[in-house]
């Protein structure tokens, strides 16, 4: 019998996640798991924006380790689409998404995520593009 008659790989799976063209698409999400370390990392990160006012990180880590999954999850649960956000909340979990929502709160409108993505540029005209394409 062939190994692909014995084995279902996901549709997530069978790609990397882009940050630019998946964000906002409840495709991405399915099948996505938030390990402790990353729930860790947001909860932080929340924290540390919600006390001093400051928003700037850099998430670092080997290639396939689940960086841009998590931004497209953390960017569903933050922006203004009601139905990403329930279904970023299922994926997070009550106590992280309690979290997320009482240190980032999302009004009415949500957040405005930019999906900046580096290319041989300066950081001011990639910005400034995202910034621009988005109204």
């Not at 495709?27 to 929340?46: I, K, N, R, Y």
């Not at 540390?48 to 396939?64: I, K, L, N, R």
């Not at 953390?74 to 970023?88: C, E, M, P, R």
């Not at 930019?114 to 995202?130: H, K, N, Q, S």
Request: net charge positive.
């Amino acid at each position: 019998m062939p190994l692909n008659t014995r084995v279902h790989v996901a549709r997530r799976f069978l790609r990397s996640i882009r940050i630019d063209t998946d964000l906002g698409e409840a495709d991405a999400l399915e099948g996505f798991v938030c390990p402790q370390s990353s729930a860790d990392v947001l909860a932080t990160m929340a924290r540390h924006v919600s006390e001093t006012g400051q928003g700037a990180f850099t998430w670092t880590g080997p290639y396939g380790s689940g960086k841009s999954s998590l931004v497209i999850a953390l960017s569903a649960l933050l922006n203004g689409n009601v139905g990403l956000q329930k279904q970023a909340a299922q994926v997070f979990g009550a106590a992280l998404t309690k979290t997320m929502r009482s240190r980032l709160p999302t009004g009415t409108k949500g957040w405005r995520v930019l999906p900046v993505v580096a290319r041989r540029d300066t950081p001011v005209a990639v910005i400034g593009d995202e910034v621009k394409r988005a109204g």
